[in-house]
């Protein structure tokens, strides 16, 4: 969706130049996932320093050492800490932006300390694995995940990962919740993309939608001829043209699938009104095509 804005009101598009951008886009997903890992390495080394003053001084007994103690220890931090699947990876995709921004390693760090629930998960006696996996979770639940600080930061840093980061955070959580001992050596290794053809499907809608954009755009010209093209949102027509390519290019695909994914898109995206719009056109589109035949559906339940 958003290559194809890009490049809407731009000059013919280079297919190629395209194709790259998107899978780029799409390995940028999992190095936003590699960095959050990143970002837990950096706490531990945080804790260990503190951990070390606190030696230094003599404080045996106070709380905030022994919540120190127990993140330094934890089982699951020390495994993606030490995990050399994750290091090569980090080193490979060049994951190593904390190093640049040490400032919001702090943030984060003095931040856990005022959470209810990480300071009771953190000061438990001699925790089992259990404990350190509530422990760790209740740290990107309650700490990490929705610090709006950090959430500006990465949208600065990569434009993409704003629309990125719910579905990263919610990868890592779950990783983090289902986490048993003892813990795989690649249980934090993941793929993006379920198999091959999800990574192709992108592609593929993304080519078939730019090679026959100007015939998507006629027919939603038809269907809006009361209407003042020029003030069609940029945008509704992206997703309206995407739609169209998903009723005629994939008949893999149900229907009501397709309506409720782009009238989603456009509600999350576009102007307050562009879900009605964009429902209306395509309800217009998918009579038509049922009525001439045109809709290229197979399988049971796709309409």
């Known amino acids: 969706m958003q290559l194809l804005f890009a490049n809407?009101?731009?000059?013919?598009?280079?297919?190629?130049?395209?194709?790259?951008?998107?899978?780029?886009?799409?390995?940028?997903?999992?190095?936003?996932?590699?960095?959050?890992?990143?970002?837990?390495?950096?706490?531990?080394?945080?804790?260990?320093?503190?951990?070390?003053?606190?030696?230094?001084?003599h404080i045996l007994q106070d709380q905030e050492r022994m919540m120190c103690e127990n993140l330094v220890n934890n089982r699951i931090l020390n495994h993606i800490v030490t995990n050399e699947f994750l290091e090569e990876e980090m080193r490979r995709r060049h994951i190593d932006l904390?190093?640049?921004?040490p400032e919001y390693i702090d943030l984060v760090f003095k931040a856990i300390w005022t959470d209810k629930e990480f300071s009771s998960q953190s000061c438990v006696k001699k925790p089992d694995f259990e404990a350190d996996r509530l422990q760790m979770t209740a740290l990107f639940k309650n700490v990490i995940a929705?610090?709006?600080?950090?959430?500006?930061?990465f949208s600065d840093h990569r434009l993409t990962w704003d629309v990125d980061l719910p579905v990263v955070n919610s990868l890592l959580l779950k990783r983090l919740a289902k986490v048993k001992d003892p813990i795989a050596p690649d249980y934090?290794?993941?793929?993006?993309?379920?198999d091959h053809e999800d990574e192709q499907f992108a592609i593929d809608l993304m080519t078939k939608t730019i090679l026959?954009?100007?015939?998507?755009?006629?027919?939603?010209?038809?269907?809006?001829?009361?209407?003042?093209?020029?003030?069609?949102?940029?945008?509704?027509?992206?997703?309206?043209?995407?739609?169209?390519?998903e009723f005629k290019e994939f008949p893999q695909l149900p229907v009501f699938v397709t309506i409720d994914e782009y009238i989603e898109l456009a509600k999350e995206f576009s102007t307050p009104k562009s879900s009605i719009f964009v429902n209306g056109i395509l309800d217009k589109i998918i009579k038509e095509y049922m009525a001439s035949n045109e809709l290229n559906k197979i399988g049971r339940g796709l309409l």
Not at 146 to 153: Q, S, T, V
Request: aromatic content about 12%.
């Open 98 to 101: 904390w190093k640049n921004y």
């Open 188 to 194: 934090f290794m993941v793929d993006i993309f379920n």
């Open 212 to 245: 026959n954009g100007n015939a998507y755009q006629e027919e939603v010209s038809k269907k809006t001829e009361n209407w003042d093209q020029e003030r069609i949102a940029r945008l509704d027509m992206v997703l309206l043209q995407m739609a169209i390519c």
């Open 8 to 57: 809407s009101e731009g000059e013919q598009a280079n297919l190629v130049a395209v194709k790259s951008l998107l899978k780029e886009s799409m390995l940028g997903v999992y190095d936003f996932y590699l960095l959050q890992l990143a970002l837990f390495v950096g706490i531990h080394k945080k804790a260990s320093r503190q951990l070390q003053f606190y030696e230094q001084k």
């Open 146 to 153: 929705p610090n709006e600080k950090l959430h500006d930061f």
